[in-house]
Structure formats: C-alpha cells, structure tokens
C-alpha cells in the first residue's frame, strides 16, 4: 500500500491508482474533458490540475495521468489550482463558445469573461474518441495529424477509413461538439 | 592502415597500436589543418583542401607536408580557417587561391603572410599566431582541443592524442561501480538543458537489472545552437567513448545515438566512427577482452524540436509520434522499450572521457563549485567573433561577449543576450557580469539550455523576438496539451496585437497571466519553458512593450505596422538605385532628382534603406 | 517488427527492428516523398492501421506527402538568422520565385522550405540551395541568385567573403 496526504488527509492506496482515481473516490471534486474510465488516460486538456509537493516547492500536475507515491502531499484546491483552472476554462470557452459543455464548466467555475477574441473550433482535440476506437473499438481508424497548433484529429489522408466500421464511438464519446459530431465521414 | 586490421583484444595490444599511431602523427608533425565544419564547408573550405593537395603534389611535398580536414576550428565568423603547423599560424577568410602562396611562404620559406591572418575588429590589433588570439586566449578548451588536430574520419588521430584511453581505463581497470562514483564525483551535470547530474543517474540505471539502453541525445534543436553539431563532426570518437564508457557504467549493453537529419555532415561522421571502432572492436562483443560488449545503432529524427524532451525522443526512436508522457515513472525506471533508459546529451557524454583519464579532483579543479567542468556555447547574433567558444563554467557573461566574442558588431550598443534557446530567457546589460552556471541563469528567468548564446544590439525588438519564439514554439509543440497548443496560440496572438499596433496595456496583463499559467499546467519541459521568453522580456524590456503600445512606436524599428520609411529630399540625388530594387514598386522619381515613397504601396521591406548610399532613407 | 525490408526497400533496424518511422525514412529516400499508395502497401504489408504511418508522416517536419520541385530551397530561420534579418531573406525568395513556404512552384521547379536552424549561424541568415549554402544573406543578392543567369553570380554569392 501506498501512503498519502490529500488535502490534509492521510490516505492509503493501492499501487497502480492514479492521484484522479484517489481523489474521486474519496470525493474530492476534479473536473476532466479528456478523461474516461474505460480508456486510458491522456492528460491533455489539462483540467484535473492538483498541486504536489511541499508548500514553496510545489508544482501543478495533472491528477490523471499522476501516479500515486508513497508520502507524496496532494492538494486538490488551492488557490492556485483554483485559478489556473479557472483561466484554462476561459481559454476553453474562447476556443469553443458554443459547446454546452464548457459553457456549464464555466459557470460552474464562476468564469463569467472571456477577454481574448472567440474562435469557433468544434474540436478540444481531447483525444477521447482517438482512444475510444483504439482502445475499445480495436479500431484504429482515427488519429491525431500534423501538431502543434495544426494538431487535428482525421482518418488516414482524411478520406473513408478501411478500418472504421461506422460504429459511432467516437461521436458517443464526444465531450464536446456531441451532436454536431458527425464522425469520420466518408 | 589496411581495413581488415584485428580487433584489439587487450589493453596491452591497446598501447602497442597507440604507439603506432603516435609515432606516425609525430613523424608528419607538419601539416595543415581545413576547418572542415559545416560551416567552413559552405564556404568552400574542400576547394582550399583540393587545391592544398593539388600544390603539395606540384611542388612534390606530399609526403612531407599532411593535410588535415578537421572539426570545427572555432572562430567560425572568420571562416574558412586554416591553421599551419607546427607553428599554429592561423590565416582566415581563406580562398582555394590562397594555398599555394601560404604553401610557398609559410611552409617551405617560414614567412607569415600579413594579409590573411586575423586583425581584431575593435583594437585593430593582427595575430598571427592561433594561441594569441583573444578569442582564443580566455577560452579552456578541454572538449574542443581534438577538434584542432584531428581528422574526424581517422580513429588513428583520436587514439595518437590519447583517445580512447579512458575507456581502456574504465573495462580493464575499474568495475562500473567505480565509474560511477567517479562521474559522481566530477559532479558531471547533463549539458542538455536541466542540469541534472549524471551521476545519479547512471547509479540509478546501473543499480535496475535486465535489459537497459543508454541513448546519446544529438537532437539539438536549439535554434542558434551548434555545439553538439559541431563535437559530432569534429571528435564523434570522443563522444563515442564516453557513449561506451556509460554504457559500460551502467551496464546497458545497447545503445543508441539520436541524431536530427539537419545535421547530414554529423550522422555521416558518426556513422563512419561507430564503424572503424567496430572494426578494432573498441564496440560490439567482449571490449578489450573485458567480457563486455555494446552494440550501438543510429536513430535518424525525422524533424521535430519536441524529441529534444527525452520521453518525445524515446517515443521517436520507437518511431512513434514524438510526445512526451508524464514522468514519475521516470526514464532510467522505464523508458525506452518499458525497459530503464539513461538518456544523455552528446556534450555531457564527451566529458566522461576527460573525467575518466584525469579523475575526478582534477576535472572539478575547472569550472564552479556547483558546476563543474568546461561548457561550450554558440556564441552567435550580432557580436564580432561568432563562433565556438569553450569556457569554464562560471565566467560571465560580459567575459565571454566582450573579451571573447570582441563585442557587438560594428561598434552598436548591447542590448541583451539570449540563451537557453526557446525555453530560456533574454538578459539585459545589467546582468552581463551574472556568471553563467546552471542556477545563476535559472534565478534570473533564463536557463542554461544547450549552450546558445544570442547577442543582440540595438536593433533587435523584444517584442518581436519574444513573437519569434512563440511562433517557433506554436509550430513544434507536440498539439498534445489544451494549455500548450491553445496557450502559446493566445500568446502569440497578444504579443503579434502588441506588435501591430492594436495593443493595449490589459493585454500586456493578460499576457503575463497566461503565461504564468502555461507555465504551471503544461505537462513537458517545453510547454513548461515556452513562456520564458515572454516573460523575460516583459521582465526585463516591459518599457519597450509600452512604448508599442502606448506611442504605437518601435524604438528598434523592427515591428513592420510601427514603422514608416521616408526620403530626405535634400540627401537623394536621384541615383534611382531604390527604384530599381524596391519590389514592391513603391518608390517614384525621375533620374537625378528626389525619389519618393509611396507609404500605401510600401511593404516595409526596408531593402530601400540598406541600398541607399547617400543614407538618404529615414526609417520611423 | 522484426523485418528488414518493407515494398523491397532496406530499411536499418535498431534495438527493436524496423520502426514506422525509420520505413517512412526508406519510402522516402527511394520516392523522394510519401505516395499515398507506398504508405497503404507498407502498413498492410507491416500489418499497422495507416493511421499510423499518416499520423508520423505529418507530425515530422521531414517528411513529404507531395512530390518536391526539381530544386529545393531550404532558408533557416534559426535564432541567430532571424536577429540578422532572415524573415526578410524569406519574403524575398517567396516573391522572387513565387512560391510559398512548404510548396513547390507551379512548374515543378522550385520547392521552397523554411526550417529552424540548420546550425551554420556564423553564415546567418543563411539559405541552402540543392545542398549548398549561401552565407550572409540580403534580399539583393536572393534576386541575384535566382536571376536570369544564375552561374556567374553564384559565385560571387556563395563565398559570402567580404575582405
């Protein structure tokens, strides 16, 4: 077993259990866009911050992806994980406006402005449905092309996928554009 | 030599072909030396080589007289550079024309020729000699002395100057452990960027059981940084030997060098090392009768400033997407293949050598308490001697600039240093006599990085430059964090609104806020570091960033939407020579009498302003 | 992967065997670029999604997916060139050859490519043509280069000596 404080707790825990995995079981609250129980983690949109280490040399690490060790101190919701957080969902509601998703992190979280200018990108690149027809679907059609900010999410020479079976994972899965999503298309 | 020579067996067989080796470097002690770096090279330094054989042969000399196509010589601002010796003369700016007469004077009537060799740009003073010159003079040059003398093709120049004893020391007389704790000891810190101590973790890979892989990190992609480059092709069996050397310490019986494809004349020097030490056995099975063996491979990159991470690099070895994954657990825990990796930077690797054959006491006698060793920058932007500097960790920065470098070019004011590439900082005037060691960098808001060293002067703009590197960072982040792709998007986005024009002082804000939180959430050193710029700037220049916003000027005149360009009438004589260049069409007037800009039809190419010769443009 | 050859073409092996990106590196060497064709027969014939293979075909800076000009022109836009005025360089061959960056000109002839630092700053801001470099550049002596009769001036240029 492995020995940990969170949030002042001191908590022990299975080997192999992410600091996600410890915090929501014990109640703590993390939001995630990129995160599903069925896949394996990714920890790219970010969200699921938490602080470790001791005070003065702490650091922010994203809880999903963080494995849980022994004597670490966690902290789920410091006034800087709060405001990170809080700028990365503005950040997400200027990429996305109209995604009703981000709009109810946003007022969940209190962010009530946006102060740079709205793109309309239908896509986080969270990567969930990358690993849902990867993983669960053993699929393989989707992937991430190019990086950086050219990063999207496209089947092979983006035309009709040999392997997609048109199964609609990658739309269920979808955090954000649900509905609009209309999946790899022919 | 004849290719099919045995492999090396022993220690003792070792020095018997040292020997060898040594007597004939003595016996061809006149020679002269091509600096053969790529960057000699685009200056045409092989026609020099060419020609020089050609002469030697005509003048039947070729027995007498060696030719040597080396590594980088250093001083590459002044390049081609050729270096006669015994004497150590040194001519620069070389052309092919040049060889016979510094044949016929210097080699065979032992005079100097005045007009080739190096005049200080600040004092005005000549040098004839290499040693005396102050570029020269200040430096310690423990890595970079092979460079000198050795044809990077040739394993025999390596082993005559007493290459690849150290790794003779290492498998025949001490255990890994002992290595170990000599590197340990040497307090060797990685050269690639964070500083993290060799050492340890080598101890820690040594002390893992199983399958282990040690990876010789040649991806520099430090824009401005050429250090690595340039050991590659200048000494790769240097930093071959310190490749075996770890492996031998941390018993990885596999090992892989890394190297990015912009560096074409360094894989082909490596790849030629990795197999004339294959075929004296120095790798492959049972090194040196010791029972240890290694076998090294070659991963080319395939373009991408992100596998400079080691989690990026290892996945791109494996030949996936380069992205970075979340450490704990950490490399030498499980890295490449699952199994413990040691990941080390070519410099890094070329100081073990040095430790091994000197010891640890004598190698930490150079450099700072908590530094140690030599460090070699690319010295490089707008000062005099660009080039190759190797220095004792701890000197300042105004030291390695001023004395070294001889200053800024054509005699402007200093206006920062730039190190650390994309992830470090720029440091104003203020901090010139900051010593550069890893902590000193980091404490002010730049880094030690890789080893780039950029100088600019007045007429750099720090708002441009800070959109530069976000622009650099925009395009090689791996896309996999929300914060780091949309982060350094929304960076740039507000430096580029300060730089046009359409900034206002909440944005400047805004900015600093971003960027403090791109640093915080990122998950990868590069997502981590790529505010740095930004903020050092702001840091350090914020008044320059206020003045684009405020007066809606760029003082350096850089920033295109800020600045206008004008004729003085009373300067033009109508020449037309701005006419005929400006490729915009921009500028009107009849021969002989004042020309005109068009202000809307102008791009702001400046081309104008630097043809002029009557200095007749105002730039605004 | 434990093979050495994929469509016939070597490809070197490391710790591992062959790796997508070392059989992106070997289609490449023999095409000059990535046809759509050679990835699909390699990832059947390596049994891979081909996504994978487009996923590091366009992650890599290295790699083509379209067919390059007869020449190609590479301008380093590395630190040290952008602080000696490289972005200037760019524009300038971009509209002499009227091509944009990443592309090739309509005739097939010139392709031209911006890359971060190829590590010859003390030539900055430097361009290489075909494999030669060409040190201490200004937008005059780009147009000079591509001009109408390019050998004679070549030379001039690609010394770069200033005495």
């Known amino acids: 077993m492995i020995n940990l404080t969170m949030d002042g707790l001191k908590i022990n825990v299975e080997p192999g259990a992410t600091l996600l995995d410890v915090a929501r079981f014990y109640g703590a609250n993390i939001p995630t866009l990129c995160y599903d129980e069925a896949l394996s983690p990714y920890g790219a949109c970010r969200l699921c911050l938490v602080e470790i280490g001791e005070p003065g040399k702490s650091r922010l690490v994203s809880s999903c992806t963080y494995p849980a060790r022994e004597k670490l101190n966690v902290r789920t919701n410091t006034v800087r994980v709060m405001q990170t957080r809080k700028m990365i969902i503005e950040l997400y509601l200027a990429t996305c406006p109209s995604s009703k998703t981000i709009q109810d992190l946003a007022s969940k979280y209190g962010v009530t402005g946006v102060r740079f200018s709205p793109k309309n990108e239908e896509c986080i690149l969270c990567g969930l449905c990358v690993r849902m027809c990867e993983e669960q679907m053993q699929a393989k059609a989707i992937g991430f092309v190019d990086r950086g900010v050219n990063r999207r999410i496209s089947t092979a020479f983006d035309r009709k996928s040999e392997q997609c079976r048109l199964c609609g994972a990658c739309m269920y899965i979808c955090p954000v554009c649900q509905v609009r999503c209309q999946g790899p298309s022919g | 030599m004849d290719l099919e020579a045995p492999k090396i067996k022993s220690a003792e067989e070792f020095f018997y072909i040292q020997r060898n080796y040594q007597k004939q470097y003595r016996d061809n002690n006149r020679f002269i030396a091509i600096c053969g770096d790529t960057g000699c090279t685009a200056r045409n330094s092989k026609a020099i080589l060419g020609s020089l054989d050609r002469c030697l042969k005509e003048k039947d000399l070729s027995e007498t007289v060696g030719a040597r196509f080396t590594g980088c010589l250093g001083l590459c601002e002044s390049g081609p550079l050729v270096i006669v010796y015994p004497e150590e003369i040194l001519y620069h700016r070389v052309i092919p024309d040049d060889m016979p007469e510094i044949v016929e004077e210097t080699v065979q009537a032992g005079r100097i020729i005045d007009r080739l060799i190096y005049r200080d740009p600040s004092s005005g003073e000549k040098y004839a000699y290499a040693r005396g010159l102050p570029f020269y003079k200040k430096q310690v040059r423990n890595l970079l002395s092979g460079n000198w003398k050795t044809d990077p093709t040739k394993i025999e120049d390596y082993i005559a100057q007493g290459g690849y004893e150290a790794l003779v020391k290492a498998v025949t007389e001490m255990s890994p452990g002992e290595v170990v704790q000599e590197v340990k000891e040497a307090r060797l810190r990685g050269r690639g960027g964070a500083g993290f101590d060799a050492g340890l973790k080598w101890e820690e890979c040594f002390k893992a059981s199983g399958r282990k892989f040690i990876i010789c990190n040649a991806d520099e992609g430090d824009p401005g940084a050429f250090m690595d480059r340039s050991l590659l092709e200048g000494n790769p069996h240097a930093v071959l030997e310190g490749l075996i050397i770890g492996a031998y310490a941390t018993d990885a019986r596999e090992g892989v060098v890394y190297i990015r494809s912009e560096y074409p004349t360094a894989v082909e020097k490596i790849k030629t090392a990795i197999n004339r030490a294959k075929e004296l056995g120095l790798v492959g099975d049972d090194i040196l009768g010791s029972g240890f063996g290694i076998q090294i491979y070659l991963s080319i990159g395939a373009g991408a400033f992100v596998c400079g991470e080691t989690s990026a690099l290892i996945a791109s070895v494996d030949g996936r997407v380069g992205e970075p994954v979340q450490k704990p657990p950490r490399l030498v825990q499980q890295g490449y293949l699952d199994r413990p990796t040691v990941v080390n930077n070519v410099e890094t690797l070329a100081n073990v050598p040095h430790i091994i054959k000197q010891g640890a006491e004598n190698y930490r006698a150079t450099g700072t308490e908590a530094s140690s060793g030599t460090k070699i920058f690319s010295l490089v932007g707008k000062v005099n001697n660009t080039g190759l500097v190797e220095v004792p960790l701890g000197m300042t920065l105004r030291e390695i600039i001023f004395e070294i470098g001889g200053g800024i070019k054509e005699g402007k004011a200093f206006k920062a240093v730039q190190t650390g590439g994309p992830s470090g900082g720029c440091l104003p005037a203020s901090y010139l006599d900051l010593p550069t060691d890893f902590e000193s960098l980091t404490e002010v808001g730049s880094m030690m990085g890789s080893g780039g060293m950029i100088v600019m002067d007045e007429d750099t703009c720090m708002v441009d430059l800070a959109g530069y590197f976000l622009k650099f960072l925009a395009d090689e982040s791996c896309g996999c964090c929300f914060t780091c792709r949309e982060g350094i998007s929304r960076l740039l986005e507000l430096v580029q609104n300060i730089s046009c024009g359409r900034g206002s002082l909440d944005q400047l804000d805004l900015l600093k806020e971003l960027a403090e939180v791109v640093k915080d959430s990122t998950l990868c050193g590069l997502g981590q570091t790529a505010p740095n710029p930004v903020l050092s700037t702001i840091k350090y220049f914020e008044d320059e960033y206020r003045v684009h916003i405020l007066q809606n000027k760029c003082p350096a005149g850089v920033c295109r939407a800020l600045i206008t360009f004008e004729i003085i009438e009373s300067y033009c004589n109508g020449c037309g020579l701005c006419k005929k260049n400006c490729p915009s069409d921009a500028i009107t007037g009849e021969q002989k009498k004042p020309h005109y800009i068009d202000k809307d039809q102008c791009d702001k190419c400046g081309i104008c302003f630097s043809t002029c010769r009557n200095e007749a443009i105002l730039k605004q | ?163």
């Not at chain 3, 070392?22 to 999604?49: D, F, H, M, N, S």
């Not at chain 3, 060139?81 to 760019?90: A, L, N």
């Not at chain 3, 494999?131 to 550049?137: A, K, L, P, S, V």
């Open chain 3, 1 to 163: 992967m434990k093979k050495n050859t994929v469509l016939g073409l070597e490809v070197p092996c490391g710790p591992n065997g062959v790796s997508v990106i070392t059989v992106l590196q070997a289609i490449q060497g023999y095409y000059g670029y990535l046809p759509e064709e050679a990835l699909e027969k390699a990832a059947r014939e390596l049994k891979v999604p081909l996504i994978d293979f487009y996923s590091v075909a366009t992650f890599y800076k290295n790699f083509r997916l379209a067919p390059q000009g007869r020449r190609e022109v590479v301008t380093c836009a590395g630190t040290a060139c952008h602080v000696r005025g490289s972005e200037k360089i760019t524009e300038e061959i971009s509209r002499t050859l009227g091509v944009d960056i990443s592309s090739t000109t309509e005739d097939g002839e010139y392709s031209l490519k911006c890359v971060n630092c190829v590590g010859a700053c003390a030539l900055a801001p430097l361009i290489i043509v075909d494999g030669r470099y060409y040190g201490q550049m200004t937008p005059l002596k780009v147009r000079r280069l591509f001009s109408d009769n390019p050998t004679k001036t070549e030379q001039t240029v690609s010394s770069g000596l200033s005495k």
